[in-house]
């Protein structure tokens, strides 16, 4: 059974993805430069909404279908991670691209953190478990801020926002998550998120690439920016409609369901 808030979360992520970095090609400003970016960005949804996911994933297979269904997870983000920053030249400083990914970092840090469901097998108290999670979520904190890694996705900060959304899990019945599920255009924000992938890569394999390349002299204005960016959106809904016609291609069949 799906979550819609959690669709609801993830799909304002993808969108506030989407918009801030098609915009920054066409603003006169290093939108990324700016301090309040650190705050207000897309990056710590999807972790811990990823970290969550893997619990509701661990609760309903069991522990063995739990590691097969991650390993398949973590092979195929892996193989989009590379593909992507290759084809996108996101300029990875080195061969382990989980640094320059957020596909790829997500599919590494949920096989590091499967290991810690490990000890939830043995007892099914919340308490116990939410304590275990917390405890490494603060660990991992504490080790982000005493050794920084010069990465895009550090495993440290990762692992802190996944341990936090596996804990939020555990107390899905205890937190009143359905009011987000009334906040206003929480339809849009859920379709989005129930395709989030084939939103991402479609988004990074074309429509960024071909941007970049058309604006590469800075020659658009920000309303021509601005259009550029609704339209491609637009073309990316009208690509998931008829994500059908694709299903004999078979991967982009699989890629078009939401594997987050």
Not at 109 to 116: E, G
Not at 243 to 257: P, Q, T
Request: net charge positive.
């Amino acid at each position: 059974m799906r979550l819609t808030y959690v669709d609801i979360l993830r799909g304002f992520a993808v969108l506030w993805m989407i918009f801030f970095q098609l915009l920054d090609m066409f603003s006169d400003y290093n939108l990324y430069g700016q301090h309040w970016f650190y705050v207000v960005n897309w990056v710590p949804i999807f972790f811990v909404v990823a970290g969550f996911s893997s619990n509701l994933m661990f609760m309903k297979y069991g522990v063995k279908r739990f590691y097969v269904k991650v390993l398949k997870r973590f092979t195929f983000f892996a193989s989009i991670g590379f593909f992507l920053v290759y084809w996108c030249e996101f300029k990875a400083k080195s061969l382990l691209v989980f640094d320059a990914d957020v596909v790829g970092s997500i599919g590494l840090n949920l096989l590091l953190l499967s290991i810690l469901f490990l000890f939830t097998v043995k007892t099914s108290n919340i308490k116990h478990n939410v304590l275990w999670f917390g405890f490494w979520s603060l660990f991992m904190f504490v080790l982000n801020w005493l050794f920084p890694l010069d990465v895009i996705f550090s495993p440290f900060y990762m692992l802190f926002l996944m341990c936090i959304g596996v804990c939020l899990a555990f107390l899905k019945e205890k937190i009143p998550f359905q009011y987000i599920e009334k906040i206003p255009f929480r339809k849009v924000l859920a379709y989005f998120g129930k395709h989030p992938l084939f939103f991402y890569f479609f988004h990074f394999a074309f429509f960024q690439k071909l941007l970049l390349v058309l604006n590469r002299f800075q020659t658009f204005s920000v309303a021509e920016g601005v259009f550029l960016t609704v339209s491609s959106v637009l073309i990316l809904v009208i690509l998931e409609k008829f994500r059908s016609l694709l299903r004999g291609l078979g991967v982009f069949a699989y890629m078009s369901k939401s594997l987050f």
